[in-house]
């Protein structure tokens, strides 16, 4: 093995492992996958999205990028919801951010290099459209976690005006959003309470 040979080791030793637990076990993962859930959280290394919601392999249909963000004009995003809504049969749809996240911290500094810095101008736009609530906060930590939770919160609101969203909610398909945080500091998640649902958004 001429490169990364320690992150190939661990491989067979996972694949072994889970072997020796069941024997079945990759042969019954390649014949389904029907993931209940989807999960749109952000790229950090330190959000585990399996492991913090205890989910195995085929359990949890998974899309990241920097700081959680859905846009109508995402591809890669908007095809990972297509694929998880329409063929897979999703029926939960997670948004989770985190404190601590970087993409966050810089839309509330100075403009960063380029292509970071246009991905991450939905995120100063709520800062701009916001101030008074982030503002008023004590420091600039209070600040930060304040914009984690009005991003996550404003991405659930951009995912349930989706078309991919409203014609499942059209047909009456059971399909909720969620929108989530998880902290870093004890690995527990918190529930913002904004889930959508089908009579959430007709009433919105
Ligand atoms: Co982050």
């Known amino acids: ?35 209940r ?25 998974v899309h990241r990028n920097v700081a959680n963000i859905v846009r109508a004009d995402d591809l890669n995003c908007i ?3 297509q694929y998880a809504i329409e063929f897979l049969g999703t029926t939960d749809v997670i ?4 404190y601590g996240c970087g993409g966050v911290q810089a839309a509330l ?8 810095e246009r991905w991450i101008a939905p995120i100063r736009e709520i800062r701009r459209s916001q101030a008074a ?18 991003n996550v919160i404003s991405q659930v609101r951009e995912l349930s ?19 989530w945080i998880y902290d870093l500091h004890d ?8 889930s959508a649902t089908q009579n959430t958004s007709e009433a919105a």
């Open 1 to 35: 093995m001429r490169y990364l040979p320690e992150l190939f080791a661990n491989n067979r030793a996972w694949a072994t492992k889970r072997v020796s637990q069941n024997p079945q076990y990759f042969t019954r993962l390649c014949a389904i996958q029907t993931p």
């Open 37 to 61: 859930y989807l999960w749109i959280g952000c790229a950090d290394s330190r959000v585990p999205a399996n492991e913090i919601v205890g989910l195995e392999p085929g359990e949890l249909f």
């Open 79 to 81: 095809a990972v919801l």
């Open 95 to 98: 948004v989770c951010g985190h």
């Open 109 to 116: 500094g100075a403009p960063v290099p380029k292509p970071l």
């Open 133 to 150: 609530d982030i503002d008023g906060r004590t420091d600039a930590d209070a600040r930060w976690r304040r914009l984690c939770e009005l």
């Open 161 to 179: 005006r989706l078309p991919i969203l409203t014609s499942a909610w059209a047909k009456g398909r059971p399909l909720t959003v969620h929108g």
């Open 187 to 194: 690995g527990l998640l918190r529930d913002l309470d904004v």
